[in-house]
């Protein structure tokens, strides 16, 4: 408690201008202080905004984030559709739908949770884990400061009243000077302990940028993957809009597409129709 009003005291008497304020850190070390604000406000808006893009639910596997992509929906709709139309044309285009909606739903799934663990997540620890270590050891050598500016002024003001008055005085200066050595050995432990901690940040300030640059990438393999399956699709549905034009010429390819014959062969070969 008396420590708590000594660094209190301390603080209002620095605030008025009655006492100095010790600045332990060096300019390097100030500016990497400023940064890390800077870099925290970046990574926790990053981490934020990436969040919004996706569709499923943080922090689940692929399968259960699967289950709950409105993509998923859509294709378990069009698949259920399907099934109630039977062996039709439009129930087999919606069934075909509905599994490429479906495969879909799983590559995107597959995508967020992969872009969660190696780029959100990441971000989350440095904006809420890493930098609030070092500014919550920020704190704590300011505060072992201000224990040092305190206990320095009493020995000060012990050495000044030392002049008219010798009685008691000498052993209370001897206690606060190994009361003031030990506050600066605490400081000193705490500053070294920080500036390890700022330096080793700011080192890795590259490796954090890796983050940034594999964004676009994975992106973008995504959107390849995803365009290779609506291309599949498409060829699919172009077959099926073929059939129907040709149904009435051959009943034949309407039966090979509802056998899951292989539909390729037979059209290359058309001479193997009977």
């Not at 206990?151 to 002049?163: D, F, G, I, P, T």
């Not at 983050?211 to 995803?226: D, E, Q």
Request: hydrophobic letters at 40%; one cysteine or more; a neutral charge.
């Amino acid at each position: 408690m008396k420590k708590q009003f000594n660094r209190m005291k301390q603080l209002a008497n620095q605030t008025v201008g009655r006492a100095e304020k010790t600045e332990v850190l060096s300019e390097d070390l100030l500016q990497i202080e400023r940064r890390l604000d800077t870099v925290r406000s970046m990574c926790h808006h990053s981490h934020k905004r990436l969040m919004a893009c996706f569709q499923g639910q943080h922090g689940t596997d692929a399968e259960r984030r699967h289950k709950k992509l409105p993509l998923t929906a859509l294709a378990q709709n069009m698949q259920e559709a399907s099934t109630q139309l039977e062996d039709s044309l439009l129930g087999k285009m919606l069934e075909t739908c509905g599994d490429a909606e479906n495969q879909l739903a799983l590559e995107l799934s597959q995508h967020e949770v992969f872009v969660e663990k190696e780029i959100v997540d990441p971000l989350y620890g440095i904006a809420e884990v890493e930098i609030p270590n070092i500014q919550k050891q920020r704190k704590q050598l300011a505060k072992l400061v201000l224990d040092w500016d305190s206990v320095r002024a009493r020995w000060n003001q012990a050495h000044k009243s030392s002049a008219t008055n010798f009685q008691g005085l000498p052993s209370k200066i001897d206690t606060l000077k190994e009361e003031m050595d030990e506050a600066g050995n605490k400081v000193e432990q705490c500053k070294d302990q920080l500036a390890a901690d700022m330096y080793n940040f700011m080192a890795k300030e590259g490796e954090y940028g890796k983050f940034f640059v594999t964004v676009s990438p994975l992106h973008c393999k995504n959107g390849v993957s995803l365009a290779l399956l609506l291309l599949l699709l498409l060829q699919k549905m172009s077959f099926l809009v073929l059939l129907s034009h040709c149904v009435c010429v051959h009943p034949m390819l309407t039966l090979l597409l509802f056998l899951n014959v292989g539909l390729f062969s037979v059209i290359r070969s058309p001479s193997r129709l009977p």
